[in-house]
């Protein structure tokens, strides 16, 4: 059975037809041709598809699209403001951040909502924040390194 | 100033696509395209009764199902043998779906093809398949008994069996050697599988176009040159008429130079024949039983040494688990086999490997490819030595070190690409020196009594690599300057996140003195390269990067040629800098390389007032002259070839400090330090992710990552909640320093990167926990639960690794 749902991604509101089976991931993805979220693994562990559902990260491919209608997501096509990067996918490029980007927006998002929790972290806190996103490329540690500079560069910003 | 490029950290340009979810890969494509799905065996070994799809035909949006009954000509045959070796006397391929027996879980019988995936998987899961099951082969040591068999024409499950031998200088055979030596010891050493585990799997998108009666496939592939030419194979078509390319790819570290995978050639022969688009992306599970695995290896090692340490002799033999199939050919067993000599010399050594069927996945090169299983062999080997004569275990590596005087340095083997091994450059001393410094080695003695002080127990391992990279044949580079002034740069092999656009753009910048903004590369597009082999075994910098940069000069020679003439001047008075041809000494006398290219090409029609300078009235070239001349080409564009004699080698040391913990068995990577030489950088800040990424991966394989498969046959940790890959909770911070031997074989000095960061991970750790707990470890990857088991062995009085 098929269900209309409205949903507000990266400030569009968009309407959209799917089956009650339809995750999230996949809803963004092939209906709603949002290919920045990314699926690695879907069931939950990589978190690549991470986006912002409200403001919080979630796992979109352990989230039924039908259930989230009349929310607001954001996806990584959706960071960036103004024409511009935002400070989260600036950082991941100067301090390289990422090899072949499969992960990185999940990163990206992730990131952005524990940077608006916690725009001063230390290195403990930064690890734990990222500490349920996979990747295979980068050894985190320019990611890390990525985090702390993305908390720099709102502050100065701010500032 | 914009051409001193080379060596920078040049930011990357592939990023501003990636960061900001525009990048494209496989399962990007192909919005509306029908969805393949596959039924794959549940079982080990089996034969395969009836395949009844009665209920599957009812699915809404269903389109077609195939079994191997249905496939046509060649695509019925099986799978080709990518690499042929005259030892190789039983080499076995699938075919692309099942043909009467399946050999491993995950292997597929049928293929289901419908409007999306969902209703592709409703369908597979009506399909009913029967099987008789047959007696499941698991694990190495009992697949080489050859009770049961794998493939019945397979005897003892023994595919491949090679034996290398190098006397001793005194003409002494390895066991000679070792039954005169001083000292032996004897011990058996066990390593299990792990896999490359890219975040994105493997897919397929193939679009065939009946007007032109051609075909363009997408596939998420380490090389789409290869690609191509198996499908126009296996499918009966015009090379012309098939194009390959590969799009942003999820990582790759190995698994994706296999090819042509099954659903490779399925995909593209369903759209033919739907003339429809058609694709297939893998999901994890899949991943897990139906692409390939590595590393499982065990080893049996005699060593024979002097009252210093000195080695004498080295006999190894190795059981090699290559799984159900061996499309790769015996590439990983031979490069352990050579690669564990890393930089020492071992007096007489041989080195015997048989390659076995097992019921299991197939075994194919995961990045290190076989080296860190040499690598643990020859490390633990040293390592005991160093314990059994009470020695420093640097003084005991040392000691065996060739020297920086002694290269070109021939080890006496063959190696993976056929050709000698023999190490171009390196030096071992200096490396120990730094690696030794850099993680405080002679003041570690202080650092475990105070530790010990506190309860709490820590140790230092150290571990010794050399790496042949830029392996053959060849790869190529086509550069073209078009008249906007834009660098056009291709090579055929393809990218999964090493910054190939950015350092070959660095190379084509820096070569044709032009700036980087200029410059955009192409890379794995067989529609802008066709002649290619692939990216893996540490060779995209080496041969791609010589080649673009072999090709630059060429064009080079060419700009410098037409400027001459128009400035002139003598070629040789000309320089190139900022996009600008100048002469030397006299700026104002210059003519912009946009120009050169318009004047480069002599036309009739002229497309804008830039390019009338050089149609026929225009005055720009001799009436005496043909307009080209013989010999020569139209256009500023050169394309050139690299293919080296033989592989450059690259080296390294990484140490490592770890704690463990005495109630727990936990292991804690306390310090990770890493001595690198790839010869000249092209951009430190990749390298050095590529090293970070590296030893990233070998901390999975030295402490958690492992498969497990039950007698059955059944892998039991396939999905990521299971297989235990690190976050970046497991990942310590690496210290890392370079040294830089170039290397004389290639004209930019470089040598391969992308794998060694794994390498030498696995006998780090193995020898820091060694130290930290006085119990020898004989295995990876150790878990505490291991730790745990070899505590109470030593407490019983096991001693481990006994032959």
């Known amino acids: 059975m098929n269900h209309a749902i409205t949903l507000t991604v990266n400030g569009v509101v968009r309407e959209v037809t799917v089956p009650g089976r339809r995750l999230l991931s996949d809803c963004l993805r092939h209906d709603l041709g949002l290919t920045g979220t990314h699926v690695g693994c879907e069931h939950g562990v990589c978190g690549a598809c991470t986006v912002l559902l409200d403001g919080e990260p979630v796992r979109s491919c352990l989230t039924f699209a039908v259930t989230v209608d009349g929310h607001e997501i954001t996806t990584v096509e959706g960071l960036a403001s103004g024409g511009g990067l935002s400070p989260v996918q600036r950082a991941f490029s100067e301090c390289h951040g990422l090899q072949c980007g499969f992960c990185t927006p999940g990163f990206l998002c992730t990131v952005t909502a524990f940077l608006r929790e916690n725009p001063a972290p230390d290195h403990e806190e930064v690890v734990e924040a990222i500490s349920g996103n996979l990747c295979r490329c980068t050894g985190y540690q320019n990611i890390v390194k990525a985090v702390h500079r993305a908390a720099e560069i709102q502050a100065e910003e701010a500032g | ?803």
């Not at chain 2, 590595?294 to 688990?321: A, K, S, W």
């Not at chain 2, 023999?422 to 490396?431: H, K, Q």
């Not at chain 2, 005055?619 to 010999?631: A, L, M, Q």
């Open chain 2, 1 to 803: 100033m914009t051409t001193k490029l080379f060596g920078e950290p040049v930011r990357r340009r592939e990023d501003a696509r990636l960061v900001t979810g525009q990048g494209r890969y496989l399962d990007d494509h192909g919005r509306d395209a029908l969805a393949a799905a596959f039924v794959r065996s549940p079982h080990a070994h089996a034969r395969i009764l009836d395949v009844d799809v009665s209920d599957a035909v009812d699915v809404d949006g269903l389109v077609a199902i195939y079994t191997w009954e249905d496939l046509p000509g060649a695509l019925a045959e099986p799978l080709p043998l990518l690499i042929p070796h005259p030892a190789l006397t039983h080499g076995r391929t699938a075919y692309p779906l099942a043909r009467e027996v399946v050999r491993h879980v995950g292997e597929p019988v049928v293929m289901v093809v419908a409007r999306d995936r969902y209703l592709a998987e409703d369908a597979c899961a009506l399909i009913r398949v029967d099987y008789e099951i047959l007696k499941p082969v698991v694990g190495v040591e009992e697949a080489a008994q050859g009770v049961h068999l794998v493939h019945d024409d397979v005897p003892g499950n023994v595919g491949a069996n090679l034996v290398q031998e190098v006397p001793s200088p005194s003409g002494l055979s390895a066991r000679e050697a070792i039954e005169a030596a001083p000292h032996t010891l004897a011990f058996r050493l066990d390593i299990e599988r792990s896999a490359s585990t890219p975040l994105e799997g493997r897919g397929v998108y193939a679009r065939w176009d009946a007007d032109d009666e051609s075909l363009r496939v997408y596939s998420s592939t380490q090389t789409s040159t290869s690609v191509r030419m198996a499908i126009a194979t296996k499918l009966g078509l015009p090379l012309p008429k098939v194009e390959v390319i590969a799009p942003d790819v999820g990582g790759g570290f190995g698994v994706k130079i296999v090819h042509p995978w099954p659903e490779e050639v399925l995909v593209p022969w369903a759209a033919r024949l739907l003339g429809r688009e058609v694709k297939w992306t893998e999901d994890r599970r899949e991943h897990f039983v139906s692409s390939a695995h590595e590393r499982g290896q065990v080893q049996y090692v005699r060593v024979g040494f002097d009252d210093d340490g000195r080695l004498l002799g080295l006999d190894v033999t190795i059981l090699h688990d290559h799984g159900a199939y061996t499309p790769y050919g015996i590439i990983v067993p031979i490069i352990t086999s050579t690669q564990l000599l890393g930089p020492y010399k071992v007096g007489a050594y041989r080195v015997e490997f048989s390659s076995i069927y097992t019921n299991t996945v197939q075994v194919t090169p995961y990045r290190g490819a076989g080296r860190p299983q040499g690598v643990f062999c020859m490390e633990r080997t040293i390592d005991r030595i160093a314990a059994f004569l009470g020695r420093d275990r640097t003084e005991v590596r040392a000691l065996n070190f060739i020297q920086p005087g002694e290269f070109p340095y021939d080890q006496g083997l063959t190696f993976q690409d056929g050709r000698p091994l023999i190490y171009d450059s390196g030096d071992y001393p200096e490396s120990l020196r730094m690696l030794k410094e850099l993680i405080g080695w002679d003041a570690f003695p202080e650092a475990r009594a105070r530790a010990a002080a506190e309860g709490r127990r820590i140790g230092i391992g150290i571990g010794c690599y050399v790496e042949g990279t830029g392996v053959g044949p060849y790869e190529g580079g086509h550069v073209q300057i078009t008249s906007d002034g834009r660098v056009h740069v291709s090579t055929g092999l393809t990218s999964q996140g090493q910054g190939h656009e950015t350092v070959f753009a660095q190379i084509a910048a820096t070569e044709l003195g032009v700036p980087i903004e200029k410059v955009s590369v192409v890379t794995g597009d067989t529609r802008r390269f066709g002649y290619a082999v692939g990216t893996f075994a540490s060779r995209a910098a080496v041969m791609s990067g010589s080649a673009i940069a072999l090709a630059c000069r060429k064009v080079r020679e060419k700009a410098l040629r037409i400027a001459a003439d128009a400035l002139e001047a003598d070629p040789r008075d000309l320089e190139i800098s900022d996009g600008l041809v100048h002469v030397v000494g006299t700026p104002s006398a210059s003519i912009p390389l946009a120009t050169v290219a318009v004047l480069s090409n002599p036309l009739r029609y002229a497309f804008d007032e830039e390019t009338q300078r050089a149609t026929q009235f225009a005055g720009s070239s001799s009436p005496d002259r043909p307009p080209v001349s013989e010999g020569d080409e139209p256009g500023l564009e050169g394309r050139d070839y690299y293919s080296p004699v033989r592989s450059t080698f690259a080296s390294g040391m990484h140490a490592a400090v770890v704690e463990t913990d005495p109630e727990t068995a936990e292991i804690k990577i306390l310090r990770y330090a890493v001595v690198h030489d790839c010869g000249r950088l092209i951009n430190p800040m990749i390298v050095e992710g590529q090293i970070h990424g590296g030893v990233a991966q070998g901390v999975g394989g030295a402490l958690y990552e492992k498969m497990v498969y039950d007698e059955h046959g059944q892998l039991l940790n396939a999905s990521f909640m299971d297989f235990l890959m690190p976050y970046a909770t497991e990942v310590p911070r690496i210290e890392t320093a370079h040294l830089e031997t170039p290397s004389p074989l290639n004209p930019l000095g470089i040598k391969g990167a992308g794998e060694a960061g794994v390498i030498p991970v696995s006998a780090v750790i193995a020898a820091a926990v060694e130290d930290a707990e006085g119990i020898v470890v004989d295995r990876m990857p150790i878990s505490p639960s291991d730790l745990h088991a070899l505590r109470q062995a030593r407490d019983a009085g096991i001693t481990p690794g006994a032959p």
